[in-house]
C-alpha cells in the first residue's frame, strides 16, 4: 500500500511527523516551509521517501520503530546525550537510538525504514528456556563502507523490485522482504546481538536439530515463517541452527527454504492452467518476487524455463483430446 503527502502549513507537518514517527516538538525556521512524504507499507516494515523543503529542529522522545536510512540531498544532525552525528548525502544512517534525541534538518531528502524494535529478536532469539538478551544499537552509521554498501544494496532491491509490485501483496514476498531489511540493518550497524558460534551452538547443531528443522520447513513452507521459528521447532538457537545447515547441507536455514518453495513452485506449475494463472502469480505465491531471478534459479534447478512447464501441462492436456 502506498501513500503520498504534499504538505506547507507547519501545524500540519507537525501532527503528519508525529502520526509517523512519535511524540516530538517541531521548530520551524521561519521560512515558507514544505514536506512530501511517501509511505509505503511491506507487511511489519514501512519505507518512507521524506522531501523536507525547509530547516527545522525536532526533539523527538525514543521511537517504537527505528529509522534506517540514506541521505539522498541535503544535510541532518542529530544529538543525544551521548553522541551527536553529522550526515551528508549518500550517508547510511540509524536516525535514532533508544533515547530522546535532537534533529536537525536543512532541506534533506532521505529514505528511510522503520522497523519495529520486537522484529529483531525474530533473527537473533534464544532458544527455548533461555534468557532473551535486549537488542540494542550501538551506533548511528555502519562500521565500514562495505557494511553502508550493503545496506543500500538491500534498500535499493526491496525498493525496485518488491515495492509497487503485485507480488508485494503477497505474504512471503512481503515477510521475505521485511526480513531482509531487518537483517541487513543487524548485520550493517553495530549492535550487541551478533555473535560468533559458541562452543554450544557447535554442540547443538547435530544431525537430529537438522532433521527436526527439515521437517518444519518442509511442512511449513506454505507460510511466512522466520528462522527464529524454525530454530525453536528444533530446539536450538538460531546461531546453532545455522551452524547445523553449513556442517551438514553446506547451506543456509533460509537458503534451504528458498530451494523447497522453489519445489513447491514447480509442482504447482506442473499442474497449474495456463489460461487461468502465469509464472509470475505462481512464482510470487511462494516468495519469489523478482521473475528474471526466478526463472535462472528454476532454470538451473529444474533444466527448464518455469513458462516451459507451465506450457507443457496445456499441451500434454490438448494432445489427449
Known amino acids: 500500500m502506498t501513500n503520498s503527502f504534499?504538505?506547507?502549513?507547519?501545524?500540519?507537518?507537525?501532527?503528519l511527523l508525529k502520526a509517523f514517527y512519535g511524540s516530538m516538538q517541531l521548530t520551524p525556521s521561519g521560512r515558507q516551509d514544505r514536506l512530501h512524504l511517501r509511505q509505503d507499507t511491506l507487511g511489519p516494515v514501512e519505507l518512507h521517501r521524506s522531501a523536507f523543503t525547509m530547516h527545522v529542529r525536532l526533539d523527538v522522545d525514543p521511537m517504537t520503530a527505528l529509522p534506517?536510512?540514506?541521505?539522498?540531498?541535503?544535510?541532518?544532525?542529530?544529538?543525544?546525550?551521548?553522541?551527536?552525528?553529522?550526515?551528508?548525502?549518500?550517508?547510511?544512517?540509524?536516525?535514532t537510538l533508544p533515547e530522546p534525541y535532537t534533529a536537525v534538518i536543512?532541506?534533506?531528502?532521505?529514505?528511510?525504514?522503520?522497523?519495529?524494535?520486537?522484529l529483531f529478536a525474530l533473527e537473533v532469539d534464544l532458544?527455548?528456556?533461555?534468557?532473551?538478551?535486549?537488542?540494542?544499537?550501538?551506533?548511528?552509521?555502519?562500521?565500514?563502507q562495505q557494511a553502508a554498501d550493503n545496506w543500500r544494496a538491500a534498500f535499493r532491491y526491496v525498493r525496485a523490485s518488491v515495492v509497487g509490485t503485485p507480488a508485494a501483496e503477497e505474504p512471503l514476498v512481503?515477510?521475505?522482504?521485511?526480513?531482509?531489511?531487518?537483517?541487513?540493518?543487524l548485520a550493517s550497524f553495530p549492535n550487541n546481538a551478533?555473535?560468533?558460534?559458541?562452543?554450544?551452538?557447535?554442540?547443538?547443531?547435530?544431525?537430529?536439530?537438522?532433521q527436526r528443522a527439515v521437517s518444519f520447513i518442509d511442512d511449513n513452507a506454505h507460510r511466512d515463517i522466520s528462522a527464529s521459528e524454525i530454530a525453536a521447532a528444533s530446539y536450538v538457537n538460531i546461531r546453532a541452527l545455522q551452524v547445523a545447515f553449513r556442517r551438514h547441507l553446506d547451506t543456509t536455514p533460509m537458503a534451504y527454504l528458498r530451494q523447497v518453495r522453489l519445489e513447491y513452485a514447480?509442482?504447482?506449475?506442473?499442474?497449474?492452467?495456463?489460461?487461468?494463472t502465469s509464472v509470475a502469480r505462481i512464482a510470487a505465491r511462494w516468495g519469489f518476487a523478482n521473475h528474471s531471478r526466478f526463472t535462472a534459479s528454476y532454470?538451473?534447478?529444474f533444466g527448464i524455463r518455469p513458462s516451459y512447464t507451465l506450457r507443457e501441462r496445456k499441451s500434454s492436456t490438448n494432445r489427449w483430446m
Open 106 to 118: 536543512d532541506d534533506v531528502d532521505i529514505d528511510l525504514v522503520l522497523i519495529p524494535v520486537g
Open 266 to 276: 514447480h509442482r504447482e506449475l506442473i499442474d497449474a492452467d495456463p489460461d487461468v
Open 6 to 15: 504534499e504538505l506547507t502549513n507547519t501545524d500540519e507537518i507537525s501532527e
Open 174 to 185: 512481503a515477510g521475505a522482504a521485511a526480513r531482509l531489511l531487518v537483517a541487513t540493518s
Open 194 to 210: 551478533l555473535r560468533d558460534p559458541t562452543p554450544e551452538n557447535r554442540r547443538d547443531a547435530h544431525p537430529g536439530s537438522l
Open 127 to 144: 532458544a527455548p528456556n533461555r534468557r532473551a538478551t535486549p537488542i540494542h544499537f550501538t551506533s548511528n552509521t555502519p562500521p565500514t
Open 299 to 301: 532454470r538451473a534447478a
Open 68 to 95: 534506517f536510512g540514506t541521505v539522498v540531498n541535503g544535510t541532518a544532525a542529530i544529538r543525544g546525550r551521548r553522541y551527536e552525528t553529522q550526515f551528508l548525502a549518500g550517508d547510511s544512517v540509524l536516525a
